[in-house]
Structures are given as C-alpha cells and as structure tokens.
C-alpha cells in the first residue's frame, strides 16, 4: 500500500510511520506543516529508508494538497494532523479551527475527488481513517461524584467537548462522518485517550513532569490534582491504528484506551518516585511540585470502554502503566538533549502566542 499520513512529524504521527517503515513493507508519505510541535528528527531512525519521503504541505492548502494527491497516488490516508494543546486552544482558538476544522475538510474535500475518479478495484481497497481524541466526548463522572457507577466512554456517547480544541476536534469528527454518510467516502474513524511515550513533547504532562524534574524546575499541577486521564501508551496506540486500517469495518468508529486510569497527582507521584530510584537527588523530586490555578473549563475524569475494538478486531494494549512509564523516563533520560531542544522550541512559541495576545 502507499499511504498518506497527515501530521507525521508529530508524536503520534511520527510513532506510527516508525512502525509502519520497520514493521510492514508499505510507502508512506508524511505531510506535515512543521508547526513548533513538529519534529522531524522524531523520524531520523526511518528518515533515510526509499519507502519514506516528507513533504511539507499545510493542510489548509487545497492546491498543495491535490497536487500531493495527484503525484503520490495514496491507496490509503491516516489523518493526525491537528493542533492539539488545550492551553494554547483556550488562549488562541483561531488556529485550532483552521487545522482541526478547515484542514479537514480540505483533505475530505481532495479526498473525495481522488477517490471518485480510481478504478473500481482501487475505489474498494481505499480507506480514509481519522484519528481523534476522547476528549470529543466530555468529561465523565468523578469517584468522588455521588452519581459514579464507573461510567466510560463508548462509541455512542453524545459529544459534549468542553475546550476550543475538543470542540475542533467533535466538529472534525462530524465532518468525516458526513462525508461518509453523504458521499460514501470509505472512512474509519479513532478516539483515543491519553497517549505518552518517546518523542512526546515536553509541553505534555508526562514529558513535562519527567523533564523538570531533571532539570530541577518546579513541577505544576492544575488545581487539586485530582483530574483523573486513560494512559494509552503511543506504540499500543500505532498498532491498533494500522489494526483499524486493515480490519476496521467502513463507518465505523473504534475507541482506543490503555486501561490505565489514574489521578493527575497520583501519576506525577509515581514519576517522581521512579525517578527517585532512576536518578536519585538529595532530595526527592516530589518537593519540586506546586499546585497551580486550575485550567478554565478542566475536564474532571476521561476514561475509554475499548471493548469494541478488542471484541471485532483482537486488539488489547501490550503495556500496563508501569511498564510504559519505566521506557518512557529512560527514554527521555538517554534523550535529554532532543526533549531540551523541544521545550526550549515551546518555550519560544509560547512567547509568541502571549505577546499576540
């Protein structure tokens, strides 16, 4: 297969062309527009493999984009291009609504024209897969709630996105299901909970707490801590992408999670306390947390039912909680320079956005 994935110089993006150069025989083509988040030194261990090339394309680009298409000539595309911080979403929406939302209906839209002039026996085997975030659905009672039954999020739960950037991500969802609805676009779709791992930049929780604590900066923490996050971690979540590419039925929508349900300071505890073991100080790393006001409009508990996907598809995360933190914090501890480099690019983007704003 030849496939076209959006937004691979990403964490995500980045984590499933690595899996699909090193475990499968298919040409991927990552488009990405190289916002800060972007690296494309998450891809230098696959950079210079023949059945990889990058183009730098802004998917808001409709010209670039069915240029691309017209020259690549994709069998399949894997949509993560997305802006995706919620901080920056609730200072600055704008650009979230023109990627989240304008970029995709601009790769639907060239898509759909694509694939309507293939040969028959190229249309059946062209998919368009969507990922997306659980985020979409809300938030979820809190143990502490005297309603909590441990609900979850399936497929069928109503979306209630809290934040700018669930809102783009719902609207973006919409759109794919319409245009499948109404064209008959082959698509499948994907919400996923938290992801962590290699490469994830250091703007993030994990990478964030793991990274200051190093650096011996204080560690924040949004309101009481008590915000409670689906850890999925990122190679689970590439293997089920590809899974719901070659499995997936046309339609249909598979929430993705890690099983791995845990209080924001509860998880910052146990960085701190495998970092004490990994990297002892004089002290532990747990005296550099503060808390700090809470983010307008903070999602309370997040948590995924990925029944479906295990039932029709097979498919259950390799990694506990334990196991994926332990490679993420060595990883980030052999790689301190890369995630420096990231944060020191964030910490500039950051003082755009303020002062123009």
């Not at 298919?26 to 916002?35: F, P, Q």
């Not at 990889?52 to 240029?67: E, P, T």
């Not at 309603?147 to 669930?166: K, N």
């Not at 990694?319 to 500039?348: F, P």
Request: net charge negative; hydrophobic share 35%.
């Amino acid at each position: 297969m030849k496939i076209l994935v959006t937004g691979g110089a990403g964490f995500i993006g980045s984590a499933l062309i690595r899996y699909l150069i090193q475990h499968t025989s298919h040409e991927v083509l990552n488009v990405d527009k190289l916002t800060y988040a972007g690296n494309l030194t998450s891809l230098s261990d696959v950079s210079d493999d023949p059945r990889y090339r990058f183009v730098q394309i802004d998917i808001v680009d409709s010209q670039a984009l069915k240029q691309t298409f017209a020259t690549f000539q994709p069998d399949a595309v894997m949509h993560l291009a997305a802006e995706s911080h919620v901080d920056r979403s609730i200072l600055a929406a704008d650009e979230f609504i023109q990627t989240n939302i304008v970029g995709t209906f601009n790769l639907l839209d060239v898509a759909r024209r694509y694939w309507a002039q293939l040969p028959a026996d190229k249309q059946s085997r062209f998919r368009f897969q969507h990922i997306s975030t659980d985020e979409v659905y809300g938030d979820l009672p809190h143990p502490n709630d005297a309603d909590f039954t441990g609900q979850l999020f399936s497929e069928t739960t109503p979306y209630a996105p809290s934040s700018p950037y669930a809102a783009s991500k719902a609207a973006s969802d919409h759109l794919v299901n319409a245009w499948c609805r109404t064209y008959g676009l082959p698509i499948l779709m994907t919400n996923c909970s938290n992801n962590y791992g290699p490469y994830h930049f250091p703007e993030k929780l994990i990478p964030l707490t793991i990274l200051n604590a190093l650096e011996q900066k204080t560690i924040p923490i949004y309101g009481k801590g008590t915000q409670i996050r689906d850890w999925l971690y990122v190679e689970d979540h590439v293997e089920a992408l590809y899974l719901v590419l070659q499995q997936g039925h046309i339609g249909e929508t598979y929430n993705i999670g890690g099983h791995n349900e845990v209080e924001n300071l509860q998880l910052v505890h146990i960085l701190c306390d495998t970092l004490d073991k990994l990297v002892p100080q004089s002290t532990s790393y747990k005296t550099l947390i503060r808390h700090v006001d809470d983010r307008l409009g903070h999602d309370r508990r997040y948590a995924i039912d990925a029944s479906k996907i295990h039932k029709e598809l097979g498919w259950k995360p390799r990694h506990t909680l334990e196991q994926g933190l332990q490679k993420t914090i060595k990883w980030v501890i052999d790689h301190r320079a890369w995630c420096i480099a990231a944060a020191q690019r964030k910490s500039a983007a950051v003082d755009r956005l303020y002062s123009s704003h």
